[in-house]
């Protein structure tokens, strides 16, 4: 008989390990295991969602006629996925192990020698939840020396056909991000508050992840995630009728207490297998035709999905496995206390930060322009700021993570996956949100003593960068107005930004 594995990430009835296999003779394994669950300090949020959604994916397998054997970190406690599949060879007579490609180089290098360490054939297949395989990926990147998202995207519209009119897209442009950078003052009222039901799994997986990672950062009190196929379709459907319509025009917005605005909160569902990128899209794109949501809604969310999530993707499995010591700026700082506990006066990082922590949650703009842009500001060591993100969210999978945070958030790649670095002054959060009006800090100014940490760090960066980034045309403009600056000025800026970073954990 065949063994077939399935992962914490692979919980997706068509996963191609379910179709290569026969419910009527082979069995599945999963197994909740320590390695996978302490390779990084999870938010134990993000180990309740996988341990939750595998136990009723189990289930929902054996309903469908499956035999599953089931390793409960409570009842059968497995150091690692490969000595799971081992005390299942030694019970049963199995001929050969079945596994999708995993989601992590680090697994997928330790699955390519299982064949030898199992003494059997290990048939990996391609995932097909992805709209576009690692070797397509290749094949388009390759004899790029940079590749942008916005080419790849286009040719994922026409490869989907969504938002299309034959090979035209429909609105006659392919991008309306230009329209999605409105503030949010109250224009239009915020989503309802969104329930979930929760059931006995839930409940018992809750009370073992508080007794095993009772030290992991991050709390379990908020748990809010669903935990099912049919829960995160509801959450798919909540976000369809009450947020999409307002997705696109508030996307970047950032508003103290409201983590979540018009986001969909989907990416933990995407990320295991509950939902499928394609049904999300083909959603999206139901609601425009049906004139329930605009055009720059609907085409900015199914971008970030085709686009955004496929491109990273092959990014990673491109790159892997140097992309992972990136570190174009040479960045050593240690990370400051306060990403594991909060407590910062920066408003901005506070509203940031404690949403990671309270909900294993924050939005794009917050992680891009809030948290990456700080780290990269603050010239924090990139391997300690990807194994945060890699820890702290709940939708957080190295395939995901590494090149957002090491080429979007860091530009630690040197400007592989995007043009210049995402950074920016305190102006620009002071533009998007409503922090800095509650902000210990000013952010009007840049070289006093209560000046927002971000305007010092920002002049400081860019001064301190000069020989890596000049020569690049889109930070033309702000090394003309750094030449610009009064010198006494500069002097203090450049002073004041020491003092901080020589005491980050304080500010
Ligand atoms: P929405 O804003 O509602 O967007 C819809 C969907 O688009 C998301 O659910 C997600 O699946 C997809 N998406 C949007 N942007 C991206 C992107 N840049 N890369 C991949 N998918 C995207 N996303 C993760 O899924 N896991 C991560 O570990 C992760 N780490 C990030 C780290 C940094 C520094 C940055 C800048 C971004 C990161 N992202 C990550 C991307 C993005 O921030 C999250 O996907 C998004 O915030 C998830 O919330 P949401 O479901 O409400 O998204
Ligand atoms: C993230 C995670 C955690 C916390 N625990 C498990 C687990 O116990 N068993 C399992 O099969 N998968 C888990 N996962 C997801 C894996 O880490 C994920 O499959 C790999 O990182 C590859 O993407």
Redesign the pocket.
């Known amino acids: 008989m065949r063994l077939g594995m399935v992962l914490g990430d692979q919980l997706s009835d068509s996963l191609p390990t379910l179709s290569a296999l026969d419910p009527a003779t082979d069995i599945i394994l999963m197994a909740e295991v320590h390695q996978e669950a302490s390779y990084v300090p999870h938010h134990p949020q993000k180990i309740a969602l996988i341990f939750s959604a595998m136990r009723h994916f189990a289930l929902s397998l054996k309903e469908q006629g499956w035999r599953v054997i089931y390793h409960s970190l409570d009842k059968h406690e497995s150091p690692s996925l490969l000595a799971s599949v081992q005390a299942v060879c030694q019970q049963e007579t199995i001929h050969d192990v079945v596994v999708t490609r995993c989601g992590e180089y680090r697994l997928h290098q330790h699955m390519l020698s299982w064949p030898q360490l199992l003494g059997l054939p290990v048939c990996i297949l391609e995932d097909s939840r992805f709209l576009c395989s690692p070797a397509e990926f290749e094949q388009w990147a390759q004899g790029k020396a940079s590749v942008r998202m916005e080419f790849f995207y286009r040719e994922m519209r026409r490869r989907t056909g969504l938002l299309m009119e034959g090979d035209q897209p429909v609105g006659g442009q392919w991008n309306f991000d230009a329209d999605n950078r409105l503030k949010y003052k109250g224009q239009v009222p915020l989503p309802p508050p969104y329930q979930l039901n929760r059931d006995s799994i839930d409940a018992d997986v809750v009370a073992l992840v508080a007794d095993r990672f009772a030290s992991n950062p991050g709390s379990l009190d908020s748990f809010h995630w669903a935990t099912t196929r049919a829960g995160a379709r509801e959450r798919l459907d909540f976000?369809i009728q009450h947020c999409l319509p307002n997705?696109g025009d508030y996307?970047d917005a950032l508003v103290a207490g409201e983590p979540?605005l018009f986001?969909?909160?989907?990416?933990?569902y995407?990320?295991c297998g509950l939902l499928e990128p394609m049904e999300?899209c083909l959603a999206a794109e139901t609601a425009w035709y049906q004139k329930l949501a605009p055009l720059n809604a609907v085409e900015g969310?199914i971008r970030?999905?085709i686009g955004?999530?496929e491109?990273?993707r092959g990014i990673y499995w491109l790159k892997m496995p140097d992309y992972a010591d990136s570190n174009f700026f040479d960045h050593q700082q240690p990370l400051p206390g306060f990403f594991w506990d909060g407590e910062t006066r920066m408003r901005c990082l506070s509203e940031s930060i404690n949403s990671a922590l309270d909900h294993a949650?924050?939005?794009?703009i917050q992680?891009?322009m809030v948290?990456?842009n700080f780290a990269t500001l603050a010239g924090l060591a990139p391997k300690l700021v990807e194994e945060w993100?890699?820890a702290i969210?709940a939708?957080?999978?190295e395939w995901?993570?590494l090149?957002?945070?090491a080429g979007?958030?860091l530009f630690a790649d040197g400007g592989y996956l995007a043009s210049k670095p995402?950074i920016a002054s305190g102006n620009y959060i002071n533009k998007m949100s409503d922090y800095c009006k509650q902000c210990h800090y000013q952010v009007k100014t840049a070289d006093q003593s209560d000046s927002c940490p971000l305007n010092s760090l920002y002049w400081d960066f860019v001064a301190r960068h000069r020989e890596r980034l000049a020569g690049n045309h889109r930070m033309a403009m702000v090394y003309r107005n750094l030449d610009r600056q009064d010198p006494d000025k500069q002097r203090r800026i450049f002073a004041r930004a020491r003092l901080l970073i020589e005491s980050l954990d304080d500010v």
């Open positions: 976000f997705f996307q979540t986001h969909s909160l989907i990416s933990p995407l990320n999300v969310f970030q999905i955004w999530r491109f990273v949650y924050s939005h794009h992680r891009l948290i990456g993100f890699l969210y939708d957080a999978y995901v993570e090149p957002n945070v979007m958030g995402y």
